[in-house]
């Protein structure tokens, strides 16, 4: 870390002088959002300086609801508890254990694969709320699927991004090209393998500010997170375009206005076969107005070691990645019952080489002639503003993103010349939206809308000799979209919910060449207005089973391409959309059996879909590659063992192909969509057991199935992938306000191949691989101040 870094810990932590006592007796303006109990009394310690803890893992994962006011700790704890099985016992004038309840009313039963998916606990007093579906609806009310992750148990993993998601959601992959240039996709809606100016088939966000549109996922690293949600797809109606697979959003912790507060964590890495990393971050709370304006910034370092070789220019560890970045948000309550919320984000990636091998060379080494870097510098402004009227809530947010994405490729010939491709991608995004939403009971409410984005992506491209690299054609690529959207949910009879909605968009799309010499193009400007609808039935079979049937559409408008015939020319590929069905289950208790699960059907129809794909040459192109289907099932499992532990498991089968593929693909290829398994699961033995004194174990052991796949479609791509078994544990010792962190990562140190493509350029001779990390051990340490 650098020493101005150093030196801003240093004096944040020696602020921290604020006495817990007088924080636990005086009354402290509180809030919590919705979630598990265990985050509630987590944050409830932070803002008011106190240390709460419960070493009983079903009370840590009963749902709560929002709580906000000025109140003191006992009070807080109170109304927190209200309608629990549960009650605080306090252990001095600063310490509080939460502990079940004489006589519970009610048998409690585990959560649905917590901290991964959670579903409505057994009292009806008490609700998970899925704040993504933009009405704050009950999760057992949502009419589709969705997961609800819980950021401390992500946090226990070190200094992670997206990765640490995948791990924990099997229906969420991505490709591997490295840090900050990947693709996710959710439920199978798996377009191509590489990174051209096709929109994303996700929407992410960060709180209610958009993160990407036509660029790679920005991998933010997950420090100070309180959960992660994820929405599978189509959901076009309530987000609009570029969100056929769903929505993940990534949901902060927001300033705390009446307490002082720093946290500090880090740890260092062994990776086997390559070099050592580590990681550190931390996170300052400040009351600037007490109960009036706080500010919350979070920075983070971390360093991946490399593992791949390249024996030819004699290096070793050579895809070491560095990552640096932070959060910055300050929150203002003026009055009225309005809240206010101005921030910022930054996050530079940068890898010293691609992380992938050849065969011919080794598992873990490859020879090539010219180093390989790639970064992704990626900045965020937003401002949120939102106030309650009773029921109904008021929204607006706004964002503005730029992203620098620039990498270096070898194209090199056989016996030849040291030859360089770069590519760099310069991407602005400005986006808005304003809402008024009314919330109800049993998905009961409504919801209307307006929103405008407007994204500009540069991509340029420079090919010949490693010295002086040559311009060669690149595009740019306009989209503005305008909205209107509106959503409802009626009751039709008893327990029976109908859910409506339909957003209409206008897209003005604008194109261009990117070169020395004009370059004339067919309707470099296009118009597209789409209407999007949904509807969806909700029933509450019993009192702990709701049945849900969806259906719903999303779509991506097009673009502009160099062409993939000649690469001296622009073409215009289309828009395409995706039409889904989806029905399923959801039961905390099946049958009395203890047994929590969900479980999942669903069918869509993809008209025109947009691929990036590689000429023979190896150069990027976009085009459309057919119509296709995907038909997924997935399910999920959770129940209590024994004391303090619980068994998860979670298993997806897709099919996946094109039925009507594109003429210049050739016959014969296999039809398969790329990227995404025919087949994946996960196995969890969750632990949380108490110690000595206030000392908690948590932690887990986890076994990760990745099914065949294929990297792409069209003859030079039908490379088979995946089909490896991915093996973690991590447990943490320690209490409420320090621990000490133990990580493994790929125990059994399997190779496997996340993902076949390293360089797009060699792609067609089938050497490529990329193997998984090697065995990875950290040790890490959290402390609260």
Same mark, same amino acid.
């Given at each position: 870390?650098?020493?101005?870094?150093?030196?801003?810990?240093?004096?944040?932590?020696?602020?921290?002088?604020?006495?817990?006592?007088?924080?636990?007796?005086?009354?402290?303006?509180?809030?919590?959002?919705?979630?598990?109990?265990?985050?509630?009394?987590?944050?409830?310690?932070?803002?008011?300086?106190?240390?709460?803890?419960?070493?009983?893992?079903?009370?840590?994962?009963?749902?709560?609801?929002?709580?906000?006011?000025?109140?003191?700790?006992?009070?807080?704890?109170?109304?927190?508890?209200?309608?629990?099985?549960?009650?605080?016992?306090?252990?001095?004038?600063?310490?509080?254990?939460?502990?079940?309840?004489?006589?519970?009313?009610?048998?409690?039963?585990?959560?649905?694969?917590?901290?991964?998916?959670?579903?409505?606990?057994?009292?009806?007093?008490?609700?998970?709320?899925?704040?993504?579906?933009?009405?704050?609806?009950?999760?057992?009310?949502?009419?589709?699927?969705?997961?609800?992750?819980?950021?401390?148990?992500?946090?226990?993993?070190?200094?992670?991004?997206?990765?640490?998601?995948?791990?924990?959601?099997?229906?969420?992959?991505?490709?591997?090209?490295?840090?900050?240039?990947?693709?996710?996709?959710?439920?199978?809606?798996?377009?191509?393998?590489?990174?051209?100016?096709?929109?994303?088939?996700?929407?992410?966000?960060?709180?209610?500010?958009?993160?990407?549109?036509?660029?790679?996922?920005?991998?933010?690293?997950?420090?100070?997170?309180?959960?992660?949600?994820?929405?599978?797809?189509?959901?076009?109606?309530?987000?609009?375009?570029?969100?056929?697979?769903?929505?993940?959003?990534?949901?902060?912790?927001?300033?705390?206005?009446?307490?002082?507060?720093?946290?500090?964590?880090?740890?260092?890495?062994?990776?086997?076969?390559?070099?050592?990393?580590?990681?550190?971050?931390?996170?300052?709370?400040?009351?600037?107005?007490?109960?009036?304006?706080?500010?919350?910034?979070?920075?983070?370092?971390?360093?991946?070691?490399?593992?791949?070789?390249?024996?030819?220019?004699?290096?070793?560890?050579?895809?070491?990645?560095?990552?640096?970045?932070?959060?910055?948000?300050?929150?203002?309550?003026?009055?009225?019952?309005?809240?206010?919320?101005?921030?910022?984000?930054?996050?530079?990636?940068?890898?010293?080489?691609?992380?992938?091998?050849?065969?011919?060379?080794?598992?873990?080494?490859?020879?090539?002639?010219?180093?390989?870097?790639?970064?992704?510098?990626?900045?965020?402004?937003?401002?949120?503003?939102?106030?309650?009227?009773?029921?109904?809530?008021?929204?607006?947010?706004?964002?503005?993103?730029?992203?620098?994405?620039?990498?270096?490729?070898?194209?090199?010939?056989?016996?030849?010349?040291?030859?360089?491709?770069?590519?760099?991608?310069?991407?602005?995004?400005?986006?808005?939206?304003?809402?008024?939403?009314?919330?109800?009971?049993?998905?009961?409410?409504?919801?209307?809308?307006?929103?405008?984005?407007?994204?500009?992506?540069?991509?340029?491209?420079?090919?010949?000799?490693?010295?002086?690299?040559?311009?060669?054609?690149?595009?740019?690529?306009?989209?503005?979209?305008?909205?209107?959207?509106?959503?409802?949910?009626?009751?039709?009879?008893?327990?029976?919910?109908?859910?409506?909605?339909?957003?209409?968009?206008?897209?003005?799309?604008?194109?261009?060449?990117?070169?020395?010499?004009?370059?004339?193009?067919?309707?470099?400007?296009?118009?597209?207005?789409?209407?999007?609808?949904?509807?969806?039935?909700?029933?509450?079979?019993?009192?702990?089973?709701?049945?849900?049937?969806?259906?719903?559409?999303?779509?991506?408008?097009?673009?502009?391409?160099?062409?993939?015939?000649?690469?001296?020319?622009?073409?215009?590929?289309?828009?395409?959309?995706?039409?889904?069905?989806?029905?399923?289950?959801?039961?905390?208790?099946?049958?009395?059996?203890?047994?929590?699960?969900?479980?999942?059907?669903?069918?869509?129809?993809?008209?025109?879909?947009?691929?990036?794909?590689?000429?023979?040459?190896? $150069? !990027?192109?976009? /085009?459309?590659? @057919?119509?296709?289907?995907?038909?997924? #099932?997935?399910?999920? +499992? *959770?129940? =209590? &063992?024994?004391?303090?532990?619980?068994?998860?498991?979670?298993?997806?089968?897709?099919?996946?192909?094109?039925?009507?593929?594109?003429?210049?693909?050739?016959?014969?290829?296999?039809?398969? $969509? !790329?990227?995404? /398994?025919?087949? @994946?699961?996960?196995?969890?033995?969750? #632990?949380?057991?108490? +110690? *000595?004194? =206030? &000392?908690?174990?948590?932690?887990?052991?986890?076994?990760?199935?990745?099914?065949?796949?294929?990297?792409?479609?069209?003859?030079?791509?039908?490379?088979?992938?995946?089909?490896?078994?991915?093996?973690?544990?991590? /447990?943490?010792? @320690?209490?409420?306000?320090?621990?000490?962190?133990?990580?493994?990562?790929?125990?059994?140190?399997?190779?496997?191949?996340?993902?076949?493509?390293?360089?797009?350029?060699?792609?067609?001779?089938?050497?490529?691989?990329?193997?998984?990390?090697?065995?990875?051990?950290?040790?890490?340490?959290?402390?609260?101040?």
């Amino acid at each position: 870390m650098p020493r101005a870094d150093r030196a801003a810990c240093a004096v944040a932590i020696a602020c921290a002088v604020a006495s817990p006592a007088e924080a636990a007796a005086r009354r402290i303006a509180i809030s919590i959002p919705a979630g598990a109990l265990g985050n509630a009394i987590a944050t409830l310690g932070g803002q008011t300086g106190v240390s709460i803890g419960t070493v009983d893992p079903v009370l840590s994962n009963l749902p709560v609801r929002r709580l906000r006011g000025t109140m003191s700790v006992d009070q807080a704890l109170a109304r927190l508890l209200r309608g629990l099985p549960a009650r605080a016992e306090r252990i001095d004038a600063t310490s509080w254990r939460i502990v079940r309840a004489a006589r519970p009313a009610k048998p409690v039963t585990p959560r649905l694969h917590a901290p991964d998916m959670r579903s409505a606990g057994s009292s009806p007093t008490v609700d998970i709320i899925v704040t993504a579906s933009k009405r704050d609806t009950v999760l057992s009310d949502y009419p589709g699927t969705a997961y609800l992750l819980d950021g401390q148990e992500l946090a226990r993993r070190g200094a992670s991004g997206t990765d640490a998601i995948i791990a924990r959601l099997p229906t969420v992959e991505s490709t591997a090209l490295g840090p900050g240039r990947n693709k996710l996709f959710i439920r199978g809606v798996a377009d191509s393998s590489f990174n051209g100016p096709s929109q994303a088939t996700i929407g992410e966000y960060l709180g209610d500010v958009r993160l990407n549109y036509s660029a790679p996922d920005p991998n933010l690293t997950l420090v100070d997170i309180g959960s992660v949600e994820v929405l599978e797809g189509p959901q076009g109606t309530l987000y609009g375009a570029a969100t056929l697979g769903g929505v993940l959003r990534i949901v902060p912790n927001a300033p705390q206005l009446a307490s002082f507060a720093v946290a500090v964590t880090g740890g260092v890495a062994a990776t086997a076969h390559g070099a050592n990393g580590g990681d550190l971050s931390a996170v300052v709370n400040v009351p600037i107005v007490p109960d009036v304006v706080g500010l919350r910034v979070v920075a983070y370092r971390a360093i991946d070691g490399g593992y791949i070789d390249d024996p030819g220019r004699g290096l070793t560890n050579i895809n070491r990645t560095a990552t640096r970045g932070g959060r910055a948000t300050m929150r203002v309550r003026p009055g009225g019952g309005w809240t206010v919320d101005v921030g910022g984000a930054y996050q530079a990636s940068n890898s010293d080489d691609g992380q992938y091998a050849t065969r011919d060379v080794g598992p873990l080494a490859r020879r090539s002639r010219i180093a390989q870097p790639f970064d992704n510098d990626y900045a965020l402004a937003s401002v949120a503003a939102t106030t309650d009227f009773g029921a109904t809530t008021f929204r607006a947010s706004a964002g503005m993103v730029a992203q620098n994405l620039d990498s270096r490729f070898d194209f090199t010939p056989a016996n030849g010349p040291l030859t360089l491709f770069e590519e760099a991608n310069r991407i602005r995004l400005l986006s808005g939206e304003v809402s008024l939403a009314r919330r109800g009971t049993d998905g009961v409410g409504w919801i209307v809308g307006v929103s405008a984005l407007h994204n500009e992506e540069r991509l340029t491209r420079n090919l010949g000799a490693a010295a002086a690299p040559a311009r060669i054609l690149g595009v740019r690529n306009e989209t503005t979209n305008a909205s209107g959207f509106v959503e409802a949910g009626v009751r039709l009879a008893g327990r029976l919910v109908a859910t409506g909605g339909v957003r209409l968009d206008f897209a003005h799309l604008v194109g261009a060449g990117l070169s020395d010499i004009a370059v004339a193009i067919k309707e470099n400007r296009r118009n597209e207005l789409s209407l999007l609808p949904s509807i969806a039935l909700t029933w509450r079979l019993t009192d702990r089973t709701t049945l849900f049937a969806r259906y719903q559409e999303g779509f991506r408008p097009g673009g502009l391409s160099v062409s993939g015939t000649n690469g001296t020319t622009v073409e215009r590929f289309a828009g395409d959309s995706l039409k889904m069905i989806e029905a399923g289950a959801r039961f905390p208790d099946l049958l009395g059996s203890g047994i929590a699960g969900t479980t999942t059907l669903s069918y869509a129809h993809w008209e025109n879909i947009q691929a990036d794909l590689v000429d023979a040459g190896g $150069l !990027p192109f976009t /085009a459309n590659v @057919g119509t296709g289907r995907i038909i997924g #099932l997935e399910a999920s +499992l *959770s129940r =209590r &063992l024994i004391a303090g532990v619980r068994g998860e498991a979670a298993v997806f089968v897709n099919k996946s192909r094109l039925t009507r593929p594109a003429a210049f693909l050739m016959a014969g290829d296999d039809p398969a $969509l !790329p990227n995404v /398994a025919k087949a @994946g699961g996960r196995a969890s033995l969750m #632990l949380d057991r108490p +110690l *000595s004194g =206030r &000392l908690t174990l948590p932690g887990d052991a986890t076994l990760r199935y990745v099914g065949h796949s294929r990297l792409g479609v069209g003859p030079l791509l039908g490379i088979v992938q995946g089909h490896y078994v991915d093996t973690s544990a991590v /447990a943490r010792i @320690g209490t409420a306000r320090f621990g000490v962190t133990a990580t493994l990562s790929n125990l059994l140190d399997a190779r496997g191949d996340r993902f076949a493509l390293g360089n797009p350029f060699d792609v067609a001779s089938g050497r490529q691989t990329v193997p998984l990390r090697p065995r990875t051990i950290r040790i890490g340490f959290d402390a609260r101040f």
